[in-house]
């Protein structure tokens, strides 16, 4: 009996439909990073955005998506890591070489997505952090919640221990803002006016630039991962009805400590760029790790809650072929966004505000979901979903219906 992707009559709808929901957040949180040399303004300590449309447009952005998605993406793969586990050991087949050639060829994926594509990529990320969770397969769920809390606190207590000393002074320091005004020129350059072998070249610096950084992200990540694992193996996701109790509990709490830590967020960020204080560095990235997870979670629950609301199944039903077709949708957007804004394309770069970031991912995502529609019509897969399942189990897979 040889292994087979899972079909979409087996796919779990809600799932999907988080998943797809997840992509709308991913868009609106990425905009900033395809239109600007974002990074690198943060660095020079630039408030850039004067009006007050702008400044709205910017601070929703970091209330509601800023660092709540790409954690719901990876509790979700941590999710799908139990389902792919034990089809495949029901199946009889071991999950090490099967899971392993599908990391692979994600981290290929991401590869040619982050050098050949836009630099922001989080697939190469999210495949080689995987690896772990094969390590963490036969974990009880008490293990894996214990690892989840004790690596959520990891960077939060490293990132403490080296600003503490300067609480009372400033963070800034000539030579990196030097180097950040630099950098801002040279992003601009690039992508605003330059071929695109110098656009290429640009990407690779940003991501390697980026990659030292996501040190600090890559805990949280696998946190996020293991969380998912331990929903898995608690079967949450499985019979909703009968955890209602457990979700409205984990709702309310999550929106209580997740709506603070998120206000704290959008505010010490102003505060970071306003004063130079190495204190609301530090405030910041703490209220990043908790609004983060916080809301995500918020966010998770209450789509649950919807799904079992009959005048709301139609209207969320529209969010599952997204889902279905996320790496194919990540992908797009990546594409999209990067013509509008990049030399080769329409050449908007750092010349789009704010309020238009909104106003592209409020027309880019519907177009999304009525793409998913059409082509799922059609299709079993999405093309990237069918390219990773052929070469994740070493043959072509039927692609149309």
Known sequence: MSLHPTSPQERLEVLDQIRGFA???????????????????????????????????????????????????????????????ERAEAKGYSVLPLFTRRLVVLFIIGMIHAFFIWAGDILM??????????????????????????????????????????????????????????????????????????????????YLFMAINSIFVAPLVLAMFLTGLYVGKRRFYQQLHQHET??????LLSLCIGVPAALLQ??????MLHTGLTLYQWLHF????????????????????????QRWQRRLAYLAPVGRMALTNYLLQSIICTLLFYNYGLGLYNQVAPVWWVIIAAVLYPLQVCFSRIWLGHFRYGPAEWLWRSLTYWSWQPLKK
């Not at 957040?25 to 408030?47: E, H, K, R, T």
């Open 286 to 309: 703490v209220s990043v790790c908790v609004a983060g997870p916080g809301l995500c979670f918020f966010y998770i629950t209450s789509l649950l809650q919807l799904c079992r609301r």
């Open 246 to 251: 457990l979700f409205r509990r984990i709702r």
């Open 125 to 206: 990320l999210y495949s080689v952090l995987s690896f772990i969770l094969l390590f963490f397969r036969r974990s009880s769920p008490k293990t894996l919640l214990a690892w989840a809390v004790g690596l959520w606190a990891v960077p939060v207590v490293v990132v403490t221990l080296l600003l503490a000393p300067g609480f009372g002074g400033e963070f800034s320091d000539p030579q990196w803002e030097q180097s950040a005004y630099h950098y801002i020129e040279r992003s601009i350059a690039a992508y605003g006016s330059g071929t695109f072998l110098e656009i290429t070249a640009q990407r690779m610096f940003d």
């Open 266 to 271: 959008v505010y010490s960020h102003q505060q």
């Open 23 to 85: 992509l709308l957040g991913i868009l609106l949180a990425n905009m900033a990073f395809f239109a600007s040399p974002v990074v690198y303004i943060q660095m020079a300590g630039i408030d850039e955005w004067e009006s007050l449309g702008d400044k709205l447009a910017l601070w929703g952005i970091q209330f509601f998506a800023e660092a709540k998605f790409f954690t719901m993406f990876s509790f979700l793969f941590g999710l799908g890591f139990v389902l792919f586990m």
